[in-house]
Structures are given as structure tokens and as C-alpha cells.
């Protein structure tokens, strides 16, 4: 729990954007704790009546950011946010046109330590995860497990001393999170935590810790905070497999000026996807149920696009690898479901096609995520969402943005409360 001190108000939420609209300024309880709230003031205690003295902490975010500033939804506010989150999550990291992490305890010498790497998290930050994970072994050669945190502390996971566990939560205080950091600590292992709210719980208990300054994300469905998990993957990837030797000076150099381009190619993306995005929404609110597929960092996309939809739409949705249709799912196909394929990855792009036809060929509308170079032709894709092209490795940051916009969209057709989905919370603190 968070306390926060107003002007003769005291505030409880579990989050601090929670409290951003009526003050700054807030409390840390610790677990063991009691705050005694009276007459809009508050002390603390422990559990034994001993009082406690503790620290005021003051939110670095403007109150613009806990407003919706003429947008008809946090939501849509927070994905045209998106570039400026990113640019200021990773410019302060990038020093001579190379990552450096060390402002955040992360050194070469650190990154070369570990052998394994085990990625935990929950919900859109396990998706992010999975990102990470084909990042990372694709560029820095260290095996990578990815585990949804609800998972893994009960799976008495085999971790040892050159072991890393980097946990990614928005808010830092995910119940599952939290007590996989416990169980790390008897380990050996080190552990990184991923997390946007300074001071946050998970943040104060890892070894070491990235902060992802997306700011305040008001809307229970994340966008903007998803974006800038990704782009802290592909720093950490980066600057591990460059300290591994495993890329030269000069890719890592390369990779990170591309990676540097980001916040411009997802601004560019959001005014080039909008339109589309619009109109197939329409064509998905009557829509009982419908899948994403793909392939490689694609088939990790279409798990993030899935959930999107889910949660804000109520439209049925699953995410498969498309190279599992045919060992089942396909049989699901059927007249008019919507199949949603993100295809990208133009070395697996020949395979993914294949699929596509084959869900159209049994009645699929389908609707393809793909670069504005990529040869897709009417005979597969019934809509195509085009974006701009580059390096197929940083491809999901660009793919993630028409994946937002057709969940917001079909939501707000659908006439739902988009920011507050039904039974659905923002910060997630009980188990």
C-alpha cells in the first residue's frame, strides 16, 4: 500500500498513479506496518504499537499526466505517448552510440557473469518478456526461460548463483512478482527488477533495477508501459551480447542507432495505421471469437494483441503459433471468424502466408500485420495492416502500435469503458 499526504487529506491506493491527480506526495507501507490515519494526517506503527518515522517520497510526474488533456480515453492519450515514453526511457542509456546500464548497477563485467536467465512476470509484462527472450538468445547466445510469476514460485525452479532473474511489473507491487523475489533471494541468483514506479516494492528488494519512465499509466490496459519494457529488452540484449562478444562493436552500434529511431517510427506508425485501424475495428464487434497467430517474435506479438483485445473488447481471443493450427486449433475456423496474423519476421514470412491461406480457405476474414514491402496479395489477407520496415528483430515495437489501436477501437464501438474493464484491476497486489 501507498499512503499519500495531501493538504489536510490522506489518500490509500495500492499504485501510485492512483493518487497523482490530488498529490505528490506519498508513503511506502512496509509490510508489518500500520498507518493511523486521522483528521487528514497520518502516523505509523508497527504491529508491537512502536511508532515509526518514515520517509516522504515526491512523484517526478506532472499532473497533465493523471489528465486526459482533450483525449476521449486514457487509453488512446497513452498510446500517442508512446515515442516520448520510449525516448526518455532510453536516451539517458545510450552513451557514445552504445548501451550503458550502469547507472542502473548493470555493468559488462555483471552481464558476462551469468550463464541462464530466467524472465518472470505477469500479463502484458510476461509478453514483453517473451520479446526479450528471442532477443536475447538471438543476440547474446544465453538460454532465456520465460515464466508467468503465479507459475514459477510454486515450480521449485531449479535457479542457481550464475543465474539472473529479471521480474518486469508496471507497478512494482505484483503480489506473484514480489514473492518470486523472495524466493530468488535463498538462491544465489541475482536479480533485476523492470518496473516504472521508483520506490516501488520490487524495486527496493531486487540487486538491481531498471526504471521505465513511461510515467503515470492511468488506463487498466497497458500500452505505453509494454512499449518501453520492450525497448529496456532490446538495451539489455544489446549491451549483454556485446559483453559476451557475441556481436561487434559495430552491430551493437548499428542495432542501438536503430533502436535510437524508434520513438520517430512509432510516431510515424500511429498516423500511418490509424485509418485502417478504424475501419476493421468496425468489422470485429460482432465478432463471437477470434485468433492471433504468427510465427518466432510474431507468434510473441500475437499473445500481447490477443490479451489487448480481450480485456477492453470482451471478444473472445486465443493466441497460437501459426505452425500449431494444423494440430488442432484450425478446427475452430469457420465462416467469417476474424484470424488476426502479425507477420513481420520476413525469414518466416513464406511459412506464415501458408497459414494464413489455409484459414481463409476454411471461411477466415483475415487481417494481416505486415511491413509496407512485404509480398501479401488479396489472395491471403482480406485486410492489410502495412507499417514501416525495418530490422526484423526491433519489428514488434512498430507491430505492437495496430495491435493497440484495433483493441481501443473495437472497444469504443463496442461502447465499452475502455480505461476500466469489467472485474479488471490496474495494479494486481493480491495473489
Known sequence: LIVGQGTGEVFVASDVPAIIKYTKDYYLLEYGEIAVLKNGSVHFCSLHGRMIDKELHTADWDEDSAEKCGYPHFMIKEINEQPTAVKTTITPRIENGLPNLEECGITPETLRSFNNIFIVACGTAMHAGMVGKYVIEKTARVSVTVDIASEFRYRDPLIGEKDLVIIISQSGETADSKAVLNLVKGTGAKSLAIVNVKGSSIAREADMVIYTHAGPEIAVASTKAYMVQLSVMYLLAFEMAFAKGKISEEKCRRLTSELASMPAKIEETIGKVLDICQYVSTKLITADSLLYIGRGLDYALSMEGSLKLKEISYIHSESYAA???????????????????????????????????????RGAMTIVICDEQADIDRDAADYLIRIPRLNEMLMPMLATVPMQLLAYYTSVNKGNDVDKPRNLAKSVTVE
Open 323 to 361: 505452425g500449431e493450427l494444423k494440430h488442432g486449433t484450425i478446427s475452430l475456423v469457420e465462416n467469417g471468424m476474424p484470424v488476426i496474423a502479425v507477420a513481420t519476421q520476413n525469414s518466416l514470412l513464406e511459412k506464415t502466408v501458408s497459414n494464413i491461406k489455409e484459414v481463409k480457405a
